[in-house]
């Protein structure tokens, strides 16, 4: 009696498992079904293609790497013929001294970066020089649609990390109107405090109410202004101006080639509005 009723429970308990089997089976299909119809209609948060890197970034290394060469080349050999390799087509800058002494720079990175749309850019890069000097270098660049990259022309030293660069899409030209004598006075009188200064209160006088700029403080000699243009052809009361100069550096006795870009506005007389990436 006792193993008849065993049994009886013993095929009782397979028949729930099998039925159970059966249950766990439809549920198990149930499931993979549903996730092969998610996964035809809804991507999985983990795959979410990446897009591909932006051409025109000026944070990636192609275009850091080449700012920096430039810097170092142009600090090493300010000459037209070392520099030709990095520059844009038709792009010419004037020629300066070497300095005395071979690898004057220690160390160089890019510190700031200034978009300005067109594949164009301003990359500031900061060169820790082996005397225990920092100089910062805005180098105006041009990238194509291929990833190329070029320089647009001269960079600009600068006190501070900023952008400066010339609009490879404005040509310079000669000031005009009757103001010129007057715009080139501002420019080369300010240039020179710029360049000589070591307190930006030193500058107060070209500058716009609320416009403040940190000077060069003596790091370098102003051996000449070489020429004042205009971007645009317009007479008005705003004006940007392009100053091509040359710096005499006393320490390694070298000269290099810089461009300014000012803006320039006119009140009761013309003053200094931004230089390089100031904001007013």
């Given amino acids: 009696m006792r193993q008849e009723v065993t049994s ?10 099998s039925v159970l089997r059966g249950v766990g089976r439809v549920a198990i299909w149930t499931v993979l079904a549903l996730l092969l119809v998610r996964g035809v209609l809804v ?10 890197p932006d051409a025109a970034s000026g944070t990636d290394q192609k275009t850091s790497s080449f700012a920096v060469g430039f810097a170092r080349a142009y600090l090493s050999n300010p000459g037209g013929e070392a520099l030709a390799p990095f520059l844009a087509e038709g792009v010419r800058i004037g020629s300066g001294r070497p300095p005395q002494g071979v690898g004057l720079v220690a160390q160089a990175e890019v510190s700031e970066t200034e978009e300005l749309g067109g594949g164009r850019a301003i ?5 820790e020089l082996r005397d225990s000097r920092t100089l910062y ?16 022309g001269a960079p600009s030293i600068v006190a501070d990390p900023g952008g400066a660069g010339i609009d490879s899409e404005e040509r310079p030209q000669p000031l005009s109107g009757p103001d010129s004598g007057a715009i080139e006075a501002l420019a080369a009188k300010f240039l020179s405090a710029y360049i000589a200064s070591s307190e930006a209160a030193d500058l107060a006088y070209f500058l716009t109410a609320g416009t403040e700029v940190q000077p060069l403080g003596g790091a370098f000699d102003l051996a000449a202004i070489s020429g004042i243009e205009q971007l645009g052809s317009g007479e008005g009361a705003r004006r940007e101006v392009l100053v091509a100069a040359r710096l005499a550096d006393p ?4 000269t290099y080639p810089v461009v300014y870009r000012l803006e320039l506005v006119r009140r009761d007389r013309w003053y200094v509005r931004a230089i390089e990436g100031t904001v007013p």
Wanted: charge should be negative.
């Fill in 8 to 17: 009886k429970v013993t095929s009782q308990h397979s028949s729930a498992r």
């Fill in 251 to 254: 320490g390694s006795g070298a």
């Fill in 137 to 152: 270098l805005a180098v105006p660049i041009v990238r194509s649609e291929a990833g190329e990259v070029a320089a647009l």
């Fill in 43 to 52: 991507e999985p948060a983990g795959e979410v293609p990446t897009p591909p």
């Fill in 123 to 127: 990359l500031t890069v900061a060169c």
